[in-house]
């Protein structure tokens, strides 16, 4: 039952063939067993989640369960839980214990999940390695020395090595699909405004979004039927009818226009990589698709446009915590000026300060209008480019990332290289757009490599439809990994 998917636990728990509890006892048991390795998880409750299983089983049996009730699950550690930890991977929340539940929280609490623990993260999402949580870094389980990416390591790992079926993450620049991609499990960055981000701690609010990662891309419709949905809590949730994101699952490939953009054909991509996303390209045309080449001219420029304008709201965000309302607080403070810079500078890692910095930096007085101004004229063009690209096809493919997992350490010194790792998936968060990973291949040295397809906006459905297509004809997304063996 590890390796089983959403749908086939829902199936085994309807039919008897287990119980919640004894599912839940599994994966505690698994926890338990790899976490001390992997570090994919900051905070585990196992009484409170085999008491969530009995009462998931009492619900069943009394006929009142959804889908998903009764299947063990994990959050990233930076959407809050009511009375349970939320660290956002800092030391600045080391101890804070949230007095509510995000909107995804109460979601799916609603729906009858149980609730493994929270996973670990780069700190307040900043990080596309997972290796600025103050609680350590993560190890990816396909090989320990390798970093999962980030910042959604965590929840990537926690699926990835069978700890949990499922886990939320959230995506401000590609921090749920390059996890994803260098994990060999699957990630959906859904359109801006679609799931809430009420309780979801904010890195750069205008970008960040909740989403569901998983073994499959069935699984990831499941997820994101009880994750969508407008909320009078967040002035960015959009008012739409619900829908039913596993409705294009049967969904017919031929005459499918699939968009290849010319930028990604430039130097810079792994040969494992290229050729892994080159036959998967291969087998949606043998299905019937078509390729046309279509042009992202300014994709160039988005990740120094990300780089400005992510830590401009940043800088804004974190100004929150300053050591009077909650979080950490420095000791023996001299005055109210000594308490805020020591609380921060104590309370915060280097990349987070680094990234304060600049944003502070591009909203002063007189570079304003030179950085942060012209960062929002560019982020307009990204977006007017995807909408002429989407003229000539239904769906954009590409690779998730340009090479699969680094070394650990390898680049945490270098933040101009750990930045272009995430060139691919910064700019469908730019312009506001659904985009996922999903595994397609491995290169020569046995590691996972992710498969990015981008649609237009509310296009989910049919991203994950073309998806599951591919996934019928694959296992790619089923292969686990050897560092994690069931």
């Known amino acids: 039952m590890l390796n089983a998917t959403l749908s086939e636990l829902s199936a085994a728990l309807s039919a008897g063939r287990i119980s919640s ?76 214990v949230s007095p509510y539940d995000a909107h995804v929280v109460e979601r799916f ?17 900043m990080g596309s390695s997972n290796e600025t949580s103050f609680f350590g870094p993560v190890k990816n389980p396909w090989d ?40 060999g499990i ?7 405004g679609v799931v809430s981000r009420y309780g979801m701690i904010a890195f750069a609010s205008s970008l960040d979004q909740g989403g569901p990662m998983a073994k499959s891309a069935e699984d990831l419709a499941l997820m994101m039927n ?23 699952l049967g969904v017919s490939l031929k005459g499918l226009r699939i968009g290849l953009p010319k930028e990604y054909a430039a130097d810079g991509i792994e040969p494992g990589v290229r050729r892994a996303v080159e036959d998967a390209v291969r087998w949606y045309e043998a299905q019937g698709a078509k390729t046309v080449e279509v042009g992202l001219p300014n994709s160039r420029l988005a990740v120094p446009v990300y780089y400005v304008l992510a830590p401009a709201e940043a800088s804004s965000n974190l100004s929150r915590f300053d050591g009077v309302r909650y979080g950490h ?18 309370g915060f890692g280097a990349e987070v300060k680094r990234r304060i910095l600049i944003g502070t930096y591009v909203l002063s007085h007189g570079y304003y209008d030179a950085y942060y101004l012209q960062a929002q004229k560019l982020r307009r063009l990204i977006a007017g480019d995807f909408a002429e690209a989407y003229k000539h096809c239904d769906v954009i493919m590409g690779p998730t990332t340009p090479g699969t997992a680094f070394a ?17 998936t910064i700019p469908a968060p730019l312009a506001g757009l659904p985009a996922m990973s999903i595994p397609c291949g491995f290169d020569d040295k046995g590691l996972p490599v ?18 599951h297509r591919y996934q019928q004809a694959t296992d790619w997304h089923l292969r686990v990994p050897k560092e994690a063996p069931l």
């Open 408 to 424: 650990l350490g390898a680049k945490i010194d270098d933040p101009l290289q750990m930045y272009l790792n995430d060139i691919f």
């Open 144 to 183: 320990k020395r390798l970093v999962p990416g980030g910042s959604s390591g965590g929840s990537a790992v926690a699926v990835a090595a069978r700890l949990t079926p499922a886990a939320t993450g959230t995506d401000t620049g590609g921090s749920i699909r390059q996890p994803a991609a260098l994990t």
């Open 329 to 346: 607080r420095a000791r023996d403070a001299e005055d109210l000026a000594d308490l805020y810079s020591r609380s921060r500078a104590e």
């Open 226 to 248: 009880v994750m969508a949905g407008f909320d009078v809590r967040d002035s960015t949730s959009l008012e739409r009818a619900a829908e039913d994101y596993g409705r294009d």
């Open 109 to 125: 609490a609603a729906a009858g999940i149980v609730l493994l623990g929270k996973c670990n993260m780069d700190e307040f999402a």
């Open 186 to 192: 699957c990630g959906l960055k859904p359109t801006y």
């Open 450 to 467: 992710g498969l990015q397809l981008m649609g237009d906006y509310f296009s989910e459905a049919r991203l994950l439809g073309l998806a």
């Open 21 to 96: 509890l004894e599912l839940t006892g599994a994966f505690l048991a698994r926890i338990a067993s790899l976490n001390g390795e992997l570090n994919a998880f900051v905070t585990i409750d196992p009484e409170r989640a085999l008491l969530a299983a009995r009462q998931a089983d009492a619900r069943r049996a009394r006929g009142e369960a959804q889908p998903l009730t009764g299947i063990p699950l994990a959050h990233k550690d930076i959407f809050c839980t009511r009375d349970l930890r939320t660290t956002c991977g800092s030391k600045m929340l080391a101890d804070y």
